[in-house]
């Protein structure tokens, strides 16, 4: 079994993105210089507002894997991209099933520190809601991490794949602070209210630095 190879990357979020990773384990915590928008692979250029995304200073970015799109705001989120390679115990050939792992050891590590007491890990298919399309937080797919098992409670942890025959590549993320009125003001019109984006997105109150160590501390 290969350890783990642990790593911080800063900088564009577009450009991690792009780069296709070595097929070794790895743990890699992404930050980012600047506001950033980053829309899923499958998503329109008119699924979001340019006009706002400039006045907010959002840059606006693409990734390889699917869903909605997700806002990085520097500072108030933690990200942590794994790769598995092919053949390694924690490699599925099922796609959705694959997932779990993540969401678990993100559930752990909340654990530890005293935060996500009643959180539940997603096992069912992909639930989609009036704004999922646009809006990665407003679905909930499998192995995600929710505040709770009431569909109300707010999703603590996203979780997205890419994968080709030599890796598979998860990309994870929780809010430190959730800014509802920020993403509603970037989907492109007809735009949800805040109040329907307010709940789908429960932040964590633990610092970055902590809740990293964290999750090292429980990788598989």
Do not use: Y
Request: charge should be negative; hydrophobic fraction near 45%.
């Amino acid at each position: 079994m290969q350890p783990w190879r642990v790593e911080q990357s800063h900088g564009d979020a577009g450009t991690f993105h792009t780069a296709d990773p070595v097929a070794e384990r790895s743990a890699t915590f992404h930050t980012v210089q600047r506001p950033t928008l980053v829309l899923g692979s499958t998503q329109t250029d008119d699924s979001f507002d340019p006009v706002a995304a400039v006045d907010l200073g959002v840059e606006v970015v693409r990734r390889r894997s699917g869903g909605g799109a997700v806002l990085l705001m520097p500072g108030e989120f933690v990200w942590l991209d794994l790769v598995i390679p092919t053949g390694d115990p924690l490699w599925s050939a099922d796609v959705g099933a694959a997932m779990v792992w993540v969401g678990e050891l993100w559930q752990r590590s909340l654990a530890t520190l005293g935060e996500g007491a009643a959180s539940v890990v997603h096992r069912g298919p992909l639930v989609r809601s009036q704004w999922s399309g646009a809006v990665c937080w407003a679905g909930v797919g499998t192995g995600e991490l929710m505040g709770g098992a009431n569909e109300r409670v707010g999703k603590l942890v996203g979780v997205s794949q890419r994968r080709t025959r030599d890796w598979v590549r998860f990309q994870s993320m929780c809010h430190l602070q959730w800014r509802p009125e920020t993403v509603a003001s970037l989907v492109a019109p007809p735009k949800p209210l805040i109040a329907d984006l307010a709940p789908v997105a429960a932040a964590v109150t633990v610092a970055e630095s902590v809740l990293r160590s964290a999750l090292v501390d429980q990788l598989p």
